[in-house]
Structure formats: C-alpha cells, structure tokens
C-alpha cells in the first residue's frame, strides 16, 4: 500500500521556470525521502529530510517537511531539460525503517 | 565501483516458465531489495533482505522467490510465471545511515520482464 502520494501527477513547464511537487503521507515517519527516475533507468537518491527538519537545500533543491500536515514539498529552482524525469517520494514503512514505501510518482517534463 | 548491476535486462517468458532474476551490489551493503514497477502504481516491494542468509516478504511475494546466500547478491526466482507478473523489476541496496537513522536505497538499471 502507498504511503506517499505525489501530487501533481504530471507538470509540464518552460526551462527556466521553478517546479513545485507535493508528497502526503498517512503515517509518522523517520525521515523522507526524494528520488529522481530518468526514462528507462533505476531510481536515483535526490534528497533526504529527517522528522525534526522543516526545511533542506541540495543544489537547486528545496524539500519542505510539514510533518502536522503529513506532507512534503520538493521545488527545483531554475529547470533545466535534464531535469525531465519521474519524481517519487519515499518513506519509512510502518514497523521497520530497512523498508522504504514509495508513492506513484510524478512526472515532470521541462520543455526547452 | 559498478554500484549495483542487474541480469539480464530483457527478457520474454511464456506462461509456466522459470526464470531467474540476479541482482548484484559492489557496495557491501547489508540490505537488498526487490521491487517491481508498474504503470500507475509506483514501486511495490516483492522481498528483501536485512543480511546474507535472510530473506523476508514485502508488499506483493505471491508468485516470487528469493535467495541470499552471498551478501553481495540477491536473486528474485519465477516458479511458473503468469502474464500479471509483465513488469519492470528493479533490485536495490542499502546500509543504514546511522546519524539519520535512514536507509537510502541505490538502485539498479531494471529487468524488463514480459510474460506472454
């Protein structure tokens, strides 16, 4: 069962324009995390924001974490085309953090 | 350092058929999964394992095996494969990050698996 839903499930915008997605999930966590899949490859590791954190930076990457709201939000500044791919969110499953549950995911599609 | 490497990348069964999935990792990780991905449904997790030696259920086992004898490779076996089981398979690993408490997940390039 999916613990994470992705929200929108598909946005299309101009390089150069900032991309907002939106994760909910239904049950307390340890941490959250985000991951980026490419057209026909595994699933890459963005970024990961813990429990006791509201707010983290990677490059172009902004992640939010509203654990009173159960939800979360990845913002990628400035779009690039290569950022073109699916986005997932992914949290502990209940009962053990070695399980990882990830949401539907989200495509995103930057259009040059 | 080839992270973790998946076999065969393609591969057409008919129903009743056998196949093995092999799932390979250079990183000495203690975790390995087993996921598979469907259109419209995300990741779901077949099987993993928390060490050499140990396997354990994940969200859809039916239909699946799985065996760790070696820590460094995890293999997903298909008694008799059923046209439900058409997906892409992906295999990943992890070691806990223990200031976090956290277990990022690497993943591998997928098997494309079809089932006719």
């Known amino acids: 069962s999916q613990q994470g839903e992705e929200d929108p499930q598909a946005l299309s915008i101009q390089e150069g324009e900032n991309a907002t997605m939106n994760c909910s999930y239904k049950t307390s966590i340890n941490n959250l995390q985000w991951y980026r899949q490419n057209s026909g490859r595994g699933l890459v590791h963005l970024i990961l924001i813990r429990s006791n954190e509201r707010e983290k930076h990677s490059g172009r990457l902004r992640v939010t974490l509203d654990t009173s709201k159960k939800s979360s939000s990845l913002l990628i500044t400035a779009s690039r085309a290569a950022d073109t791919a699916s986005y997932f969110c992914?949290?502990?499953?209940?009962?053990?953090?070695?399980?990882?549950?990830f949401g539907k995911g989200m495509k995103l599609t930057v259009n040059p | 350092n080839a992270g973790v490497t998946q076999t065969p990348k393609f591969r057409v069964l008919k129903t009743g058929q056998s196949m093995t999935l092999l799932c390979a990792q250079d990183m000495n990780h203690e975790y390995m999964y087993w996921y598979r991905q469907d259109p419209g449904m995300g990741l779901r997790l077949i099987h993993y394992?928390?060490?050499?030696?140990?396997?354990a259920k994940g969200e859809v086992p039916d239909g699946y095996n799985v065996s760790r004898l070696k820590k460094q490779n995890f293999l997903l076996g298909l008694e008799s494969a059923a046209p439900s089981q058409t997906s892409v398979y992906f295999c990943?690993?992890?070691?806990?990050?223990?200031?976090?408490?956290?277990?990022?997940?690497?993943f591998g390039p997928g098997t494309r698996l079809t089932v006719t």
């Open positions: 992914a949290t502990d499953a209940e009962g053990g953090s070695e399980k990882l549950v």
């Open positions: 394992s928390v060490g050499e030696g140990t396997t």
């Open positions: 990943a690993s992890s070691s806990i990050r223990a200031l976090v408490f956290s277990y990022e997940q690497y």
